[in-house]
């Protein structure tokens, strides 16, 4: 039977005495995380204020979090994740901004908001690890049921969006788009009672919720937590919990990959998994090793849903339309982009034409905005249609492919260069764990290439044979090869392993990572950038009237 809301899934499974939840410590069958989600939910109900009924959660990935999605389903309450990666002023202006009337979390999420003002009196705190805490709910336990005001239109959650490319908003999801991620995603991605879904990816973010939570819960398959993502705990909890299935987001694959190669390593349980970020060679790569199918898809917190898999479709593919109203167009004209012509690399060699912005023309009825920003809600829905904010193209066969975000295409002398290819090629590089690239100002005119590259501990850039490595892929064009190079242990990275790419764009070469610049207009020859180098480059941008393009 189809259910329309989160809260008639989660009653659904009220007598399902099968294995719900699992941490390494303890285990709840669904039947037990209905019961508790109930205890909460009343407690909620207790609690509740006048105003938007609210509830922020910090937490790390534990049953406590799993349970408060289940109490918020059931009373009609709005979980607002809070990212814990967040700090000072950011975090305190994100809290307030959502009218939270709760907040769960525990004590050292309390230390975190200490000295802010959230907009949350310390009173309607309810720390998770208190002596108190447990004696609370259980003066609170309840007949599972769903309040009477809860419909599939009910705000079922507020996703903070991860701020790489901008400040971040708070994408508002109700409980029948989430209900209805549940269904379509545990079809999508094969998820069914038997599989054991792992999830590393934290739960205040789309990804977990949508891809996986909301579809264990569909189809009764149990969720495997663990407190947060360890690329050198993975295989192991993996391996613990009989995982069948995971998502992930941004660099996880990467940091999984670069942990040290062992002959045992397909001796898992894993059969497949989605998410977003990995190339084609990491996909190659997680296949051969752990013998896991990695389905890369598209979709973002505040829709999704706009292409369907093609199984059968060349490597690097999103898919193709779900409904014909997804397209992609020239933002400038709204007119549809010719197909892209191809290399033999798969380079689009007429990315004018063929490189556009991917909407929806029937998508504005589906998105269901930002809270309280009128301004971002306008960027999304504008003409009547749903856009993205993301590149595409197409190709003669009609499949779509991702060119990444409208500031991922680099201006380098008066040609286009596309940032993902280039982050893609570097990839490549067994000594480079993740790479982010962007364009940064050139003291004349337009754009240069710069990559930020992390490396493992040990490792010197000087390890990497760069040059010689760039003039061997021969899919990098004459403008890709950055000309400068930022060397790190530890890029910037959000809750979700994205790279903060914003925040190394507006750094560039300026940052105190040690930054290697090519010299010359040769074959690729990288030298240190000291600080005279840097004050003498700064120079050059005032000389040429364009100090306000520095860094």
């Known amino acids: 039977m189809r259910h329309d809301t989160?809260?008639?899934?989660?009653?659904?499974?009220?007598?399902?005495?099968?294995?719900?939840?699992?941490?390494?410590?303890?285990?709840?069958?669904?039947?037990?995380?209905?019961?508790?989600?109930?205890?909460?939910?009343?407690?909620?109900?207790?609690?509740?204020?006048?105003?938007?009924?609210?509830?922020?959660?910090?937490?790390?990935?534990?049953?406590?979090?799993?349970?408060?999605?289940?109490?918020?389903?059931?009373?009609?309450?709005?979980?607002?994740?809070?990212?814990?990666?967040?700090?000072?002023?950011?975090?305190?202006?994100?809290?307030?901004?959502?009218?939270?009337?709760?907040?769960?979390?525990?004590?050292?999420?309390?230390?975190?908001?200490?000295?802010?003002?959230?907009?949350?009196?310390?009173?309607?705190?309810?720390?998770?690890?208190?002596?108190?805490?447990?004696?609370?709910?259980?003066?609170?336990?309840?007949?599972?049921?769903?309040?009477?005001?809860?419909?599939?239109?009910?705000?079922?959650?507020?996703?903070?969006?991860?701020?790489?490319?901008?400040?971040?908003?708070?994408?508002?999801?109700?409980?029948?788009?989430?209900?209805?991620?549940?269904?379509?995603n545990a079809a999508k991605y094969e998820v069914g009672p038997d599989d054991v879904c792992y999830c590393p990816m934290p739960l205040f973010h789309g990804n977990a919720l949508m891809a996986l939570w909301a579809p264990a819960l569909t189809a009764g398959a149990t969720l495997a937590l663990t407190p947060k993502f360890s690329a050198s705990g993975f295989l192991p909890d993996v391996r613990h919990f009989g995982a069948t299935f995971f998502t992930y987001v941004g660099k996880a694959?990467?940091?999984?990959?670069?942990?040290?190669?062992?002959?045992?390593?397909?001796?898992?349980?894993?059969?497949?998994?989605?998410?977003?970020?990995?190339?084609?060679?990491?996909?190659?790569?997680?296949?051969?090793?752990?013998?896991?199918?990695?389905?890369?898809?598209?979709?973002?917190?505040?829709?999704?849903?706009?292409?369907?898999?093609?199984?059968?479709?060349?490597?690097?593919?999103?898919?193709?339309?779900?409904?014909?109203?997804?397209?992609?167009?020239?933002?400038?004209?709204r007119e549809s982009c010719p197909p892209a012509a191809l290399d033999e690399h798969g380079r689009v060699r007429n990315p004018e034409e063929a490189i556009g912005e991917i909407i929806d023309t029937e998508g504005a009825a589906r998105f269901e905005g930002y809270y309280k920003n009128d301004a971002a809600n306008a960027e999304r829905v504008h003409h009547g249609w749903y856009w993205t904010g993301d590149l595409g193209y197409v190709d003669e066969a009609g499949y779509f492919y991702f060119a990444g975000r409208s500031g991922d295409w680099i201006r380098v002398d008066g040609e286009n260069t596309s940032a993902l290819l280039v982050e893609r090629i570097l990839r490549r590089h067994p000594a480079v764990v993740a790479a982010g690239v962007f364009g940064v100002s050139d003291p004349r005119s337009g754009d240069q290439v710069m990559a930020a590259v992390e490396i493992p501990h040990g490792t010197r850039f000087e390890d990497l044979g760069l040059p010689e490595f760039l003039e061997a892929q021969e899919d990098l064009g004459t403008k890709g090869a950055p000309r400068f190079v930022r060397v790190s242990h530890a890029l910037p990275t959000t809750g979700s392993n994205k790279l903060r790419k914003k925040e190394m764009r507006l750094a560039g070469w300026r940052t105190d990572d040690p930054v290697y610049r090519w010299v010359g207009r040769g074959e690729p020859d990288y030298v240190p950038m000291t600080e005279d180098d840097k004050a003498a480059l700064r120079d050059e941008f005032l000389a040429n009237g364009r100090g306000r393009f520095l860094p």
């Open 253 to 333: 694959v990467a940091y999984v990959l670069a942990q040290p190669e062992r002959d045992d390593d397909a001796e898992n349980p894993l059969t497949h998994a989605f998410g977003t970020e990995a190339s084609p060679e990491d996909r190659a790569t997680f296949l051969r090793r752990f013998g896991c199918r990695l389905i890369e898809g598209y979709g973002s917190s505040e829709g999704a849903g706009m292409l369907r898999q093609a199984p059968d479709a060349p490597l690097g593919v999103l898919g193709v339309p779900a409904r014909d109203s997804v397209r992609i167009v020239h933002p400038a004209t």
């Open 6 to 184: 989160i809260a008639d899934l989660l009653l659904a499974r009220g007598a399902d005495e099968r294995l719900g939840l699992r941490t390494r410590a303890e285990s709840w069958t669904w039947a037990e995380v209905v019961r508790e989600s109930a205890a909460r939910a009343s407690l909620a109900g207790k609690l509740r204020a006048e105003g938007p009924f609210h509830i922020g959660v910090l937490l790390d990935n534990v049953p406590e979090y799993v349970f408060w999605l289940g109490a918020a389903a059931l009373s009609g309450a709005t979980v607002v994740g809070i990212n814990p990666t967040r700090g000072g002023t950011y975090l305190e202006q994100e809290v307030r901004h959502t009218d939270c009337q709760l907040i769960i979390t525990d004590k050292a999420g309390r230390a975190r908001l200490d000295g802010l003002d959230v907009g949350v009196r310390p009173e309607r705190f309810l720390l998770v690890d208190d002596p108190g805490y447990a004696e609370l709910l259980a003066r609170r336990a309840a007949e599972p049921a769903r309040a009477s005001d809860v419909t599939a239109d009910t705000r079922m959650l507020l996703l903070f969006t991860s701020g790489t490319t901008g400040a971040s908003k708070a994408a508002i999801c109700s409980q029948g788009r989430l209900a209805g991620l549940g269904h379509s």
